[in-house]
C-alpha cells in the first residue's frame, strides 16, 4: 500500500510539473548598426560594439527580456533591412522625418540632435549675434555649413571656412584661426570631453530628434517605445547622456521628457 501510494504521489507531481506553464525563452532582437558612429555606435577590435545607443538598446532588451544580435551594416543598409524585416530595428543616429515614416515606423525621439555654436573657452564670442564681422567654420557639405548660408544675412557673419574633417575644424576653433564653428551639438559635447578648451556658446534648435527605427506597423514598436518611456522616468537616459557625452542632459529635450510614437503627418 504504501509504494502504490509512493507511486501515486509521483505520478501526480510529475503531471502537474507537466502541465505548469514553462518560462517563455529569452527572444533575440536583432539590431541593425553601423558603428563607425562614436559616441553612438562603435565597432571594437574584439567584434564587440560600444556607444550611447548600443546601451541604450542592451537596456531595452533586458527589460523586455530579451538578448541582443547587433548586425554591422552600412547607414544606408539599415533602411532596406528595416523595410524588409530582416533586422528587428536600427540604430545609428537616425532621423525621424515625414518622408521616413511614410515607410518606417520610429519610436519617440531621445536626443534632440541640434546644430551648437562651439568657440574657444574666454572667448569674446558668447552668441550668434557675436560673429558679425567675423569667420566662421562647418564642415563641408554638413548640415551646420547650409545654415550658416541660411543664416548670412541674419547675422552678418564674415568669412566662412568649410572643413574637410571635424578634427581640423575643431583645431581651428582652439587655435583662433575660426571665431566659431557651427556642427551637430552630439559631436562637440563627445569631443570637448577630449578637449576642455572648447565651449558650446549656444545651441541652436534645428526640431531634429534621434529615434530607434522599425520595420512599418512593426508588433514590438509599443514595447520598446514603453521601455525607452521608463528609461527616460528613472533617469537612466540621463546618465548615459552624460556616461557619453559629459555633460547632464538639457531640461526640456528629448532626452529626458516621454514624447508620443510619431505619425507621419
Same mark, same amino acid.
Not at 500500500?1 to 529569452?26: E, F, R
Not at 575660426?178 to 558650446?200: C, E, N, R, T, W
Given at each position: ?11 501526480? %507531481?510529475? @503531471? ?23 559616441? =553612438?555606435? !562603435? ?7 560600444? @556607444? ?20 554591422? %551594416? ?13 533586422? $528587428? ?35 569674446? !564670442? ?9 569667420? !566662421? ?9 547650409? =545654415? ?9 557673419? #564674415?568669412?566662412?571656412? #568649410? ?8 583645431? $581651428?576653433?582652439?587655435? #583662433? ?66 556616461? =557619453?557625452?559629459? !555633460?547632464?542632459?538639457?531640461? #526640456? ?13
Amino acid at each position: 500500500m504504501k509504494i502504490a501510494n509512493t507511486l501515486l504521489i509521483a505520478l501526480s %507531481l510529475a @503531471g502537474a510539473l507537466a502541465a505548469a506553464p514553462q518560462s517563455a525563452a529569452a527572444e533575440t532582437l536583432t539590431v541593425g548598426a553601423y558603428p563607425a558612429n562614436p559616441p =553612438w555606435e !562603435v565597432k571594437k577590435e574584439d567584434g564587440s560594439f560600444e @556607444g550611447f545607443e548600443v546601451d541604450l538598446v542592451k537596456e531595452i532588451a533586458k527589460r523586455l527580456g530579451d538578448e541582443v544580435d547587433i548586425q554591422d %551594416l552600412g547607414f544606408q543598409a539599415l533602411f532596406a533591412a528595416t523595410a524588409s524585416r530582416r533586422i $528587428d530595428l536600427a540604430i545609428s543616429t537616425i532621423s525621424i522625418t515625414n518622408d521616413r515614416l511614410k515607410n518606417q515606423s520610429f519610436t519617440q525621439g531621445y536626443y534632440d540632435s541640434d546644430l551648437a555654436l562651439v568657440t574657444q573657452v574666454g572667448s569674446e !564670442v558668447k552668441t550668434l549675434e557675436d560673429l558679425k564681422g567675423k569667420t !566662421v567654420g562647418a564642415l563641408s557639405t554638413s548640415t551646420g555649413e547650409t =545654415w550658416i548660408k541660411d543664416n548670412q544675412e541674419k547675422y552678418g557673419f #564674415g568669412e566662412y571656412k #568649410g572643413y574637410d574633417t571635424f578634427q581640423n575644424l575643431l583645431l $581651428d576653433v582652439q587655435n #583662433g584661426r575660426v571665431a566659431g564653428g557651427i556642427s551637430d551639438i552630439g559631436g562637440f559635447q563627445y569631443a570637448m570631453k577630449q578637449l576642455p578648451q572648447l565651449s558650446i556658446a549656444e545651441r541652436i534648435q534645428t526640431g531634429d530628434r534621434f529615434a530607434m527605427m522599425l520595420p512599418k506597423n512593426s508588433p514590438l514598436l509599443e514595447k520598446v517605445n514603453d521601455a525607452i518611456s521608463a528609461i527616460k522616468k528613472d533617469g537612466t537616459m540621463a546618465k548615459l547622456h552624460e556616461k =557619453w557625452l559629459g !555633460v547632464p542632459a538639457d531640461p #526640456g529635450t528629448s532626452t529626458v521628457e516621454v514624447l508620443p510614437i510619431p505619425t507621419a503627418e
